[in-house]
């Protein structure tokens, strides 16, 4: 029998049986649309947090004061270095000082060292007074160690005193009157100059104010001299992030005289670290809500093989016939597994469309991440939808392959005989 001949044969079964196999087909489309929607969600969620953390400088590596074992694993706060505020560590008796910053300055690999302070002020401008986070940098190497730019004026200059680059929130939407390059501030009674103002980010830079740290420690309460909240160090290059987190964390505690992992007072994180931590995160949840849509999946192959096991019964008689006038057991065999892949191929059509609507719907269900950076909707890629569609034939054919060798098997003169 010619392989046309069992298509065709297959399709009139397919056609001829339409509630019963439309009804087996939506359990197909059922299982189909939710992992393909799911996996869409996920790779929108991968693709968005990815997005958001390729901001992040992942050369970058940041000491802070006291140590949590679990935000050491996790890859702790990395930031632009401060993040975390003064007090901000699990341990407010311990202190990063210029001892610190001499322990790391013979590690090979080591581009620059910021040491940082940071704090929340009252700030006042035109007669209005906001509360707003400080964070002192050395000005020699602050420019070099983050990726910040400048929608005005420029960034802070070694010889820089009292003045300060703000964030773009503060520029325009503090105050009500907007603060401009060259204007003056008043942080805790002190005047500030603005030298610069920095491109609009979305995040925490909007609304953060950056001086030199010499000028911070007067301004900043509670702050001292050669005191940091925070030590960030920059690297040549990621591939040299976890060994010198690791040299670093030796260093520091031999300078700082710890000679038990319990008796440790900082901790030491790095963005790759964090990017790489939320990625696996991710992933996994992806793979858990893959895995759960998988289950309607299951329902729709049981239904597949249950309609293959009534057709066999249905054709037993014309089995039979086929048989007895020369149809081979593979010819039987190709019919049937043809007629199921047909289900799970129009299933896997309308699962796939199905799943692609439903990912349209969730920017409206409140699923934020599946908008880009321009705000339209991520849809189905090329991949995924032959994934899905793939998914589905492979599943119906699996579901028949039972029916469809029981068929074959059958013998003619018994076949001829069922009633």
């Known amino acids: 029998m010619r392989n046309a001949t069992c298509v065709k044969m297959a399709l009139n079964m397919l056609l001829h049986s339409k509630l019963r196999s439309w009804l087996t087909i939506i359990g197909i489309v ?46 702790g706060p990395p930031g632009h270095g401060g993040e975390e505020g003064r007090g901000g560590s699990s341990s407010t008796d311990t202190k990063l000082t210029d001892d610190d910053v001499d322990a790391l300055q013979g590690i090979d690999g080591i581009l620059y060292i910021d040491t940082q302070i940071s704090g929340s002020e009252e700030v006042d401008y035109a007669g209005e007074t906001a509360t707003l986070f400080i964070t002192g940098v050395d000005p020699q190497v602050w420019q070099y160690m983050n990726s910040l ?8 200059e070694p010889a820089d005193k009292n003045v300060a680059v703000i964030g773009n929130s503060i520029s325009t939407e503090i105050f009500d009157q907007d603060i401009g390059v060259n204007q003056v501030i008043t942080v805790n009674g002190k005047s500030v100059r603005v030298v610069g103002i920095l491109e609009e980010e979305g995040g925490g830079e909007d609304k953060r104010i950056y001086m030199p740290i010499d000028s911070a420690v007067d301004l900043i309460e509670d702050a001292e001299e050669d005191v940091f909240d925070s030590i960030v160090v920059k690297v040549e290059s990621e591939d040299l992030v976890n060994p010198t987190v690791e040299e670093i964390e030796e260093k520091l505690m031999v300078s700082r005289q710890i000679h038990q992992e319990k008796d440790r007072d900082f901790s030491v994180s790095s963005s790759l ?20 849509a ?7 192959a049981v239904g597949i093989a249950n309609t293959m096991f009534t057709s066999v019964l249905e054709k037993t008689k014309e089995i039979g016939t086929m048989k007895a006038i020369g149809a081979k057991n593979r010819d039987i ?49 090329p991949d995924l939808m032959a994934f899905g569609l793939g998914l589905a034939v492979l599943i119906g054919v ?6 469809a060798y029981r068929a074959s098997k059958l013998k003619p003169v018994d076949a001829l005989r069922y009633e």
């Open 30 to 75: 059922i299982g189909v649309g939710a992992v393909v929607g799911i996996v869409s969600l996920g790779d929108a969620m991968e693709a968005q947090v990815q997005s958001r953390l390729s901001d992040l400088d992942l050369a970058k590596i940041t000491i802070s004061p006291g140590y949590s074992g679990a935000q050491s694993r996790m890859g």
């Open 273 to 292: 670290s964090l990017v790489e931590s939320v990625t696996a995160m991710t992933s996994a949840m992806t793979l858990f809500l893959g895995a759960i």
């Open 149 to 156: 730019e400048v929608e005005s004026g420029r960034l802070l």
């Open 294 to 300: 998988a289950v309607s999946l299951l329902v729709g």
């Open 398 to 403: 699996i579901s028949g392959a039972v029916p």
């Open 333 to 381: 065999l190709m019919i049937f597994i043809v007629n199921s892949a047909m289900v799970g191929f129009v299933g896997g059509i309308f699962g796939v469309m199905l799943g692609g609507f439903v990912s349209t719907l969730f920017p409206y269900l409140g699923v934020t991440l599946m908008k880009g950076g321009s705000g339209t909707v991520t849809g189905l890629s």
